[in-house]
């Protein structure tokens, strides 16, 4: 294994003098870090201030939606917010604007919709799975109860919605069918696969919808609003849906390969709480299909794995499985579908960032 490259990168560029600009906007613009894979924007004179500036207006907003008059409510509200993020979606909302006119103000609130969407569905998905720590900070439900929990995701939900629905009906539409593909895709993985079907088809039809669906709409609102055409609005749409499932097969990856992580999430959590991931499921289908390696991996992996022993058994012999290896060649064509869908794009600072972030999400280790 390589040595784990930085996560990343300062956006390393001092915000354009505008009168619009209030001094802590711009001191927030110029702190800003950009994720992994976005050190083409970071890098560039023009578009690197633009993107940090618009983020800064983001982030400032994104604190302002969540605030609540009620104590109670604005301290849960604040929870997650405050324990920072990397915030892919609102990135991915500004970086598709370049595309047409830049972060107009309908965008930076697209922006704060895509990431408040984002932030209430944690709070849901930690309460389904049971999570003790989320961002490297305990889990609201550890915090106040699941009931509590649960609220505070629907009322941040509920602040996307009041959001949305100044951006007009498009958009009102849009975020419905968005928060039903997070939906269906809870469900279908609650419920599992049906008799008749794939457990791999299956579980990648719910990573479709958890994870792939908002940066998909996270894209397409960049471009709609920046009003970039209606071929870049195709291109975000695909482009987010294909590295949203490389994104997600990574991690399920990584559960099993990486050292612990900024997350506060250790190798193996997915193991030990019984996530059906893609190792895991080729690990099943090789079993199944009379691989005597797989079978003695999987008695490990489906044992009790309560204990920390028992668990690092596990994810060592599942490491070097070549299911593993077999994940990561997964996730790499999806990311590899992602870049060649932004064929149609002309060459750019933008198109450079899109393809650099795809390959990223799949070199990842922690």
Known sequence: MTDAKPSWTPAGQNPPESPELDTATAALATSLNLPAGFDPVAQ???????????????????????????????????????????????????????????????????????????LATLYHDDVMDSAPYRRGA???????????????????????????????PEAVGIQARTFERLCLGQLHETVGPRDDEDPVEHYLSVIADKTASLIATSGQLGAMFSGAGEQAVNVMLEYGEKVGVAFQLADDVIDVTGLKAKSGKTPGTDLREGVPTLPVLLLRKAAADGDASAASVLALVEADLSSDEALDEAVTALRVHPVTAQAWSIAGEWADAAKASLDPLPESTVKFALTAFAEAVVDREV
């Open 44 to 118: 560039d004179a023009v578009l690197g201030p633009e993107v940090s500036t618009a983020l800064a207006r983001v982030e400032k907003q994104l604190r302002a939606a969540i605030a609540h008059s009620d104590p109670f409510a604005d301290a849960t509200s604040r929870h997650l917010v405050e324990a920072g993020g990397k915030r892919i979606r609102p990135l991915l909302t500004i970086l598709a604007a370049q595309l047409g006119n830049g972060a107009v103000p309908d965008v930076v609130q697209a922006a704060v919709v895509v990431e408040l969407t984002h």
């Open 138 to 168: 305990p889990t609201a439900h550890e915090v106040w109860g699941n009931q509590v929990a649960i609220l505070a995701g629907d009322l941040i939900f509920a602040r996307a919605s009041l959001l949305v629905s100044q951006l007009g």
